[in-house]
């Protein structure tokens, strides 16, 4: 079974700055899906950027981008001008393609705070 | 896209009694999810709910514990049976669009945090 690991419980970062996230994953598929999403204090789950492994481009929203290394199977996610209103829970998704990997698997999350 | 909304948004409840938790999409979805959430951990799925067949359950997960109904394809229930505080928890519940292919996104409800006392 694919599995997730965050290993950084917690991470800070200053307002208008860079912070970089981690997430390996471990799969034996060779097609499957990444997913970063973010769980702000009203908990509502929110899909920040998602990943598809056969693409070899890096996947770019806005203030957000991933790096996106499949031999190494690393899936880290970084933030540029950090905002106030980026402190939240992220969480690192694998999606695979057959049966039952094709359910989302989370990693445990880690806990960015943003400082003024 | 889709909206979801969940009831209740929190709940304190007795241990031994049980918590129904409804979740309402705005629009038909064939696959509904459920979620637990412990608190400071990850999201582990329960069940997922199809409309016309039982709910297919995660190991660890049974349905006399956590008995789950969906009527339509706009609704479905979640029910937390004899509570204990080890069911203390965020419970969520998701939907998404297999006809989007894999990638699709999972949308979430804002969840319900339970409180076992």
């Known amino acids: 079974a694919q599995t997730v690991t965050q290993s950084q419980p917690e991470m800070s970062v200053q307002e208008a700055e860079t912070v970089t996230l981690s997430c390996t994953y471990d799969?034996?598929?060779?097609?499957?899906?990444l997913f970063w999403y973010k769980q702000p204090p009203s908990r509502q789950m929110i899909l920040v950027i998602r990943q598809e492994a056969y693409k070899q481009q890096n996947a770019t929203e806005n203030r957000f981008s991933v790096n996106f290394q499949k031999a190494a199977k690393s899936f880290s996610l970084k933030i540029s001008d950090s905002q106030l209103g980026d402190a939240a829970m992220y969480f690192c998704a694998y999606r695979g393609r057959t049966g039952a990997n094709s359910k989302l698997t989370f990693g445990k999350g880690i806990t960015l705070s943003v400082r003024p | 896209s889709a909206v979801i909304s969940q009831k209740p948004s929190r709940d304190i409840c007795q241990r031994g009694t049980s918590l129904t938790i409804q979740c309402q999409v705005d629009?038909?979805?064939?696959?509904m999810f459920w979620y637990r959430q412990q608190p400071g951990q990850s999201l582990t799925l329960i069940a997922t709910a199809n409309q016309g067949s039982e709910a297919t359950y995660e190991s660890g997960f049974v349905i006399d514990k956590f008995p789950i109904s969906r009527p339509n394809l706009t609704f479905s229930t979640l029910t937390v049976s004899n509570m204990s505080p080890e069911d203390s928890s965020i419970y969520l519940c998701?939907?998404?669009?297999?006809?989007?292919?894999?990638?699709?996104?999972?949308?979430f409800g804002q969840g319900t945090r339970l409180t076992v006392v």
């Open positions: 799969t034996s598929e060779s097609d499957y899906y």
């Open positions: 998701s939907v998404e669009d297999p006809r989007t292919g894999l990638n699709t996104e999972a949308f």
């Open positions: 629009s038909q979805v064939t696959m």
